[in-house]
């Protein structure tokens, strides 16, 4: 088993507290979508972290991937460190479609395949019929593994006829339903095996070019070829990342989900909520977490001072030389911390950007950067839409 924890560097743990800028209390839900999201932004940085290393070891693209679904509608993959391609198909066809970073076949087509099978359950049950076991799916993709696809749809294809007994109307309707959904997987599957042989002449120019000396074709397949990842990676708030290991996808960044996580020196530890007003967070995390935090703190601190200046209007609230001065004190205070003579660069060190700068691979050093550069935007936008601002960064007691 591949546990990408042991491959970070070690990180100490800082203590931080958030304190919102308003005199009205969080509403139960607000303060829930606010933890939710600091906790998301936290993970997703510490995710992007263990595909770069992975990256950087050389582990084949085409073993890096991502669940449809994300965490939140996965709670059975949080204390699961490692799912089988094949015998676990039933916990793979309750989280969605499977992309790699490069093209993978066999992702694909397993994808496809459980897809379709989801696609007659519908017709099944609208008509009152027996759906397709669960406990079946473990079979289907046998079929594949020593078979192939076409096989595998011939089997599944007859697996409706098997546990149903039609009156001869029905049997007319189901037979024509049935046969356009397979033969509609079949075209799918023809037509990605004729796009992927496109996709494997270009792979040495799509990951070698920067995309400014691209040509338009080579813009449009790389475009394509990495929008399901990185589409999935952006959307979800805690997307399912694994590493492919003979058919054993390991998951990623599973230690902050799972039972002793709390023993993890990345853990995101929400240590307190004060409801009183004004609300005060207090988070233990790794000195990673603290970067984007304070960053993001500095820029929306000169955002609004700038309107407000533009205005000629400057509230109580927002004392420029107490921000200021405040975080000049947790800039010492991280400077003490790691003893080094500039922040950044120490704590770039413990999250992802310093390991995504090293991939050798221009096109998904880029993809990887904005990324980054996204979650950094939106804990800008954490701290403006949730009015928090950084009271202290401590050494948790």
Not at 78 to 91: E, H, P, R
Not at 128 to 136: A, H, M
Not at 157 to 180: C, M, R, T, V
Request: hydrophobic fraction near 35%; charged fraction near 30%; proline fraction near 2%.
């Amino acid at each position: 088993m591949i546990d990408d924890f042991k491959f970070k560097p070690k990180t100490k743990r800082v203590e931080l507290e958030l304190v919102a800028n308003k005199n009205e209390p969080f509403s139960s839900i607000d303060l829930t979508s606010a933890l939710t999201k600091i906790s998301s932004l936290y993970y997703k940085m510490d995710l992007l972290h263990s595909l770069a290393i992975f990256i950087n070891q050389g582990v084949d693209f085409k073993d890096i991937g991502i669940f449809e679904k994300s965490l939140q509608n996965s709670f059975d993959l949080a204390n699961l460190a490692s799912i089988n391609l094949f015998d676990d198909g039933d916990i793979i066809y309750k989280h969605g479609s499977i992309f790699s970073l490069f093209s993978n076949s066999e992702f694909y087509e397993i994808s496809l395949i459980l897809k379709t099978l989801k696609k007659i359950n519908i017709v099944l049950r609208i008509n009152n019929l027996n759906r397709i076991f669960l406990r079946l799916v473990k079979d289907i993709l046998n079929v594949y593994r020593n078979d192939g696809f076409n096989d595998a749809m011939e089997y599944l294809h007859a697996l409706p006829y098997k546990y149903n007994e039609f009156d001869s109307k029905q049997l007319k309707f189901i037979k024509g339903s049935i046969k356009d959904i397979i033969d509609k997987a079949i075209s799918e599957q023809k037509s990605f095996i004729s796009e992927k042989d496109k996709y494997s002449k270009l792979e040495h120019e799509l990951t070698k070019k920067p995309s400014g000396k691209r040509s338009t074709e080579q813009k449009r397949i790389s475009n394509r070829l990495l929008s399901s990842f990185f589409d999935n990676f952006n959307s979800n708030d805690f997307p399912v990342c694994f590493i492919n290991d003979d058919n054993d996808l390991n998951i990623l960044c599973h230690h902050h989900f799972s039972e002793k996580s709390y023993k993890n020196p990345l853990f995101f530890d929400i240590k307190e909520v004060s409801h009183n007003s004004p609300t005060i967070v207090t988070i233990i995390a790794a000195v990673s977490f603290v970067y984007p935090i304070i960053i993001g703190y500095q820029k929306i601190v000169k955002n609004y001072w700038d309107i407000q200046n533009a205005k000629q209007k400057v509230k109580e609230s927002w004392n420029k030389k107490r921000i200021e001065e405040n975080i000049k004190e947790q800039k010492q205070f991280l400077n003490d911390f790691l003893e080094d003579k500039t922040i950044g660069e120490r704590i770039l060190k413990s999250g992802a950007d310093e390991e995504i700068l090293e991939i050798e691979s221009v096109l998904y050093r880029e993809k990887m950067y904005e990324a980054s550069e996204r979650i950094k935007d939106e804990y800008n936008y954490f701290l403006k839409d949730y009015s928090f601002i950084v009271k202290s960064v401590k050494n948790p007691e």
